[in-house]
């Protein structure tokens, strides 16, 4: 079972990246799954989440309305578009994914790095 994130990397402030977490080992559409960030010196905090089947979707306050999520269970991934990246969306970005009806996401991919310059 693991996850593998992707698409990080250095973008000016205004820019798009896209983060993929692709899933092996596991048949995605029985997890919800969820996006953390971790900056340099500050604690993990929750980015996005997106359930099962794709309908709910949710975003912490600091990115609302300029991320946006989606799933392809057919191809096992989620997508975190990133617009009008801030310096402050610096961060290693980590998905992570829980079974149908756990309470934990206990599934952790290995992160990838988003740099945003100013």
């Known amino acids: 079972v693991q996850l593998q994130a992707s698409g990080g990397g250095l973008v000016q402030a205004g820019g798009s990246l896209r983060l993929s977490c692709a899933a092996s080992?596991?048949?995605?559409?029985?997890?919800?799954t969820r996006w953390f960030r971790q900056a340099q010196g500050k604690e993990r905090e929750f980015v996005a989440s997106?359930?099962?089947?794709?309908?709910?979707?949710s975003f912490a306050g600091s990115v609302k309305g300029r991320f946006t999520l989606t799933r392809d269970n057919v191809k096992n991934s989620v997508y975190l578009q990133m617009n009008s990246l801030k310096p402050e969306d610096t961060a290693v970005y980590y998905c992570a994914a829980r079974p149908a009806g756990a309470d934990d996401y206990n599934v952790w991919g290995q992160g990838t790095l988003v740099t945003v310059s100013s």
């Open positions: 997106i359930n099962r089947d794709g309908r709910r979707i």
């Open positions: 080992g596991l048949t995605f559409g029985y997890y919800d």
